[in-house]
């Protein structure tokens, strides 16, 4: 067996520690061998519904250790596995459905009404549930003893696909292969040192790349334990930190404040931290120095879906006298910069495009050959979208998104998105969606709304137009209104220059 598989390194694992503690959920601790027998059950219950190699199996509701199940059970059949945000609108749930070909579709109970609603219009064969009865869904419960043979898959067979917003206004199908995941693992685990003794509490979604790929996928193929929330609670997690004697979190910086925010915060025992894994955004001094003083190492990072999360990496002990620097490139893969026509710069100081180039790199966008090729150069490079310079000793700092991209509370935001369901509204006549500072979120989306001629438009009923059709954190928090928006001379809209004059509004 290629022991890059995802199916094969958790099976190993499962044969070399049997006994020790692999997944808990809701109070109820798993270990390997009993981690490993589930996968094998649902494995050969998915079999039993037609799926078979090279299948795409589409998974939508909140983390459980059900997620993780299916996600081996799934590869361990040389089929794709497709996480679904369960944010998504109804509209955005077809699109990937369909764009992905699904032919399968594991839900849990509480998002069985959603594909139910649009179920008609999907192409969708076999539809699976693990808890409640639901006409025409197959349930599978506790089954025994169920087993198929694992296929033996290559290193570059596409292990899952997971979908990021697009630029255009549709999200894109990032394809992670088995080689991909692997090398993210063992990138992380010399990063950051996971191993079989570490603790992780997972409660960012799964369904993310964050989620599933910085902490939970390296811990588990580390023969370390895993605790895995609904959802993120700040108080819950605190307890859960002092119940299980946690090692590491992965959090962003919104996470991190709603943490110190608990007033059980400072009498809480968290002596059993040994890290906490940040991104999505730079960590202020200001919280970076609070879980400081309370013995707590901070690690940075930045990475993308499209790079098996983490490219570069910050160590605990540079986060101050660096701060604001997402490090230098993991030990697995390469990061350079180049101008905007392209040529390598290595100029301290000097912007330019960030490139990574390694065996976590994707190999391309589900059916989007030209989106593909857009984004790799020769000799293997990936162009990331993002911008960043480098300081005098080596250290990367982001300073801007090629793409506009916003990231609110952890989640990215592509402005274009946006745009394009805001134009459907009978009172707009022109939008631009920026991005602005947000002491709570990072971020937040802001619609800059250019109004038809006698309307007129408020914040609470745009949002409400726009529920149908966007995720609500893709919804603006802010609508300035104004008589035009500013272009330049080829009529493209200077988003710099809203940004700035927003600024000015509110302050």
Same mark, same amino acid.
């Given at each position: !067996?290629?022991?890059?598989?995802?199916?094969?390194?958790?099976?190993?694992?499962?044969?070399?520690?049997?006994?020790?503690?692999?997944?808990?959920?809701?109070?109820?601790?798993? /270990?390997?061998?009993?981690?490993?027998?589930?996968?094998?059950?649902?494995?050969?219950?998915?079999?039993?519904?037609?799926?078979?190699?090279?299948?795409?199996?589409?998974?939508?509701? =909140?983390?459980?250790?059900?997620?993780?199940?299916?996600?081996?059970?799934? #590869?361990?059949? %040389?089929?794709?596995?497709?996480?679904? #945000?369960?944010?998504?609108?109804?509209?955005?749930?077809?699109?990937?459905?369909?764009?992905?070909?699904?032919?399968?579709?594991?839900?849990?109970?509480?998002?069985?009404?959603?594909?139910?609603?649009?179920?008609?219009?999907?192409?969708?064969?076999?539809?699976?549930?693990?808890?409640?009865?639901?006409?025409?869904?197959?349930?599978?419960?506790? *089954?025994?003893?169920?087993?198929?043979?694992?296929?033996?898959?290559?290193?570059?067979?596409?292990?899952?696909?997971?979908?990021?917003?697009?630029?255009?206004?549709?999200?894109?199908?990032?394809?992670?292969?088995?080689?991909?995941?692997?090398?993210?693992? $063992?990138?992380? =685990?010399?990063?950051?040192? @996971?191993?079989?003794?570490?603790?992780?509490?997972?409660?960012?979604?799964?369904?993310?790349?964050?989620?599933?790929?910085? =902490?939970?996928?390296?811990? +588990?193929?580390?023969?370390?334990? &895993?605790?895995?929330?609904?959802?993120?609670?700040?108080?819950?997690?605190?307890?859960?930190?002092?119940?299980?004697?946690?090692?590491?979190?992965?959090?962003?910086?919104? !996470? !991190?404040?709603?943490?110190?925010?608990?007033?059980?915060?400072?009498?809480?025992?968290?002596?059993?931290?040994?890290?906490?894994?940040?991104?999505?955004?730079?960590?202020?001094?200001?919280? +970076?120095?609070?879980?400081?003083?309370?013995?707590?190492?901070?690690?940075?990072?930045?990475?993308?879906?499209?790079?098996?999360?983490?490219?570069?990496?910050?160590?605990?002990?540079?986060?101050?006298? /660096?701060?604001?620097?997402?490090?230098?490139?993991?030990?697995?893969?390469? $990061?350079?910069?180049?101008?905007?026509?392209?040529?390598?710069?290595?100029?301290?100081?000097?912007?330019?495009?960030?490139?990574?180039?390694?065996?976590? &790199?994707?190999?391309? @966008?589900? #059916?989007?050959?030209?989106?593909?090729?857009?984004?790799?150069?020769?000799? %293997?490079?990936?162009?990331?979208?993002?911008?960043? @310079?480098?300081?005098?000793?080596?250290?990367?700092?982001?300073?801007?998104?090629?793409?506009?991209?916003?990231?609110?509370?952890?989640? #990215?935001?592509?402005?274009?998105?946006?745009?394009?369901?805001?134009?459907?509204?009978? *009172?707009? *006549?022109?939008?631009?969606?920026?991005? !602005?500072?947000?002491?709570?979120?990072?971020?937040?989306? *802001?619609?800059?709304?250019?109004?038809?001629?006698?309307?007129?438009?408020?914040?609470?009923?745009?949002?409400?137009?726009?529920?149908?059709?966007?995720?609500?954190? /893709?919804?603006?928090?802010?609508?300035?209104?104004?008589?035009?928006?500013?272009?330049?001379?080829?009529? /493209?809209?200077?988003?710099?220059?809203?940004?700035?004059?927003?600024?000015?509004?509110?302050?």
């Amino acid at each position: !067996m290629n022991p890059l598989g995802l199916a094969t390194w958790l099976s190993a694992r499962a044969q070399r520690d049997p006994h020790k503690p692999a997944l808990t959920f809701e109070n109820e601790t798993w /270990k390997y061998a009993e981690l490993q027998r589930r996968v094998e059950e649902q494995a050969a219950f998915l079999a039993s519904t037609g799926v078979s190699v090279g299948d795409r199996v589409a998974y939508l509701g =909140m983390n459980h250790s059900n997620f993780l199940v299916a996600l081996f059970a799934v #590869n361990r059949l %040389g089929a794709t596995f497709v996480p679904l #945000n369960y944010r998504l609108a109804d509209d955005e749930l077809t699109y990937i459905l369909d764009d992905a070909g699904a032919t399968a579709l594991i839900a849990d109970g509480q998002h069985v009404p959603i594909i139910d609603r649009i179920r008609g219009s999907l192409a969708v064969q076999s539809y699976l549930t693990f808890d409640g009865e639901f006409d025409g869904w197959l349930q599978h419960g506790p *089954a025994e003893g169920g087993s198929v043979p694992e296929v033996e898959v290559s290193p570059d067979d596409v292990a899952a696909i997971l979908y990021t917003s697009g630029t255009t206004g549709r999200p894109k199908g990032s394809i992670l292969t088995h080689r991909n995941i692997w090398t993210g693992n $063992v990138n992380w =685990m010399l990063a950051v040192n @996971y191993h079989g003794e570490h603790i992780a509490l997972t409660s960012a979604p799964l369904f993310h790349s964050g989620g599933l790929c910085v =902490m939970t996928l390296p811990v +588990l193929m580390a023969g370390g334990h &895993v605790i895995i929330h609904e959802r993120f609670d700040a108080d819950r997690v605190l307890a859960d930190v002092e119940t299980y004697r946690v090692t590491s979190l992965f959090l962003v910086p919104t !996470m !991190m404040l709603y943490l110190t925010q608990e007033a059980t915060f400072d009498s809480a025992d968290l002596s059993s931290l040994q890290i906490i894994v940040a991104g999505a955004a730079p960590v202020p001094k200001h919280l +970076l120095e609070l879980f400081g003083s309370r013995g707590i190492p901070v690690s940075q990072c930045w990475g993308m879906t499209e790079t098996s999360t983490g490219a570069t990496f910050l160590g605990t002990e540079r986060a101050l006298d /660096k701060l604001g620097s997402c490090g230098t490139p993991g030990m697995l893969n390469e $990061v350079k910069l180049i101008d905007f026509d392209g040529n390598d710069l290595n100029t301290p100081g000097v912007p330019g495009e960030l490139c990574v180039r390694g065996d976590t &790199v994707t190999p391309g @966008y589900w #059916n989007l050959p030209d989106a593909t090729a857009a984004a790799q150069l020769d000799g %293997g490079w990936f162009k990331t979208g993002d911008v960043a @310079y480098q300081d005098s000793d080596g250290f990367y700092f982001i300073c801007d998104r090629l793409k506009d991209l916003i990231i609110s509370g952890g989640e #990215n935001v592509y402005p274009a998105e946006v745009e394009s369901a805001i134009y459907t509204h009978s *009172a707009v *006549a022109e939008v631009a969606v920026i991005g !602005m500072p947000d002491p709570e979120w990072g971020e937040r989306v *802001a619609a800059v709304v250019v109004p038809k001629q006698g309307a007129t438009i408020e914040l609470d009923e745009l949002r409400e137009f726009l529920g149908g059709a966007l995720a609500r954190y /893709k919804l603006p928090r802010e609508l300035v209104v104004v008589d035009e928006l500013p272009r330049n001379t080829t009529g /493209k809209i200077m988003k710099h220059v809203l940004r700035k004059d927003v600024g000015a509004i509110r302050s």
